[in-house]
C-alpha cells in the first residue's frame, strides 16, 4: 500500500469588522507540488451566525452580501 503524506497549515488571519465579532483563518493543504488554500470567516452579528468558507478572494467579496442575507431571514 502507497502513502501520501499531506501537510495542513494554518494560520488565523485579520477578519474584517463586521457584526459584533469575527474571526478568519487561512487552511492550506499540500501533497507533493500541488496546494490549495481556503480561507474560513466567521461573523457573529446579534443571534446571527456567518460561517463563510472557500477561495479568499471569493470569501471577500462575498462577506458583505451573504451577512446581510443572514440577517434579513
Known amino acids: ?3 501520501t503524506v499531506v501537510e495542513v497549515k494554518t494560520r ?3 477578519a474584517p469588522r463586521r ?3 469575527q474571526w478568519a483563518q487561512l487552511v492550506t ?3 507533493g507540488s500541488r496546494s490549495s488554500t481556503v480561507q474560513q470567516l466567521v461573523i ?3 443571534s446571527v451566525l456567518l460561517v463563510l468558507s472557500g ?3 471569493q470569501v471577500a467579496l462575498s462577506a ?3 451577512l446581510a442575507k ?3 431571514r
Open 70 to 72: 443572514a440577517k434579513a
Open 19 to 21: 457584526g459584533e465579532e
Open 29 to 31: 493543504v499540500r501533497t
Open 55 to 57: 477561495s479568499p478572494t
Open 44 to 46: 457573529r452579528d446579534g
Open 64 to 66: 458583505d452580501t451573504a
Open 12 to 14: 488565523t488571519v485579520p
Open 1 to 3: 500500500m502507497e502513502t
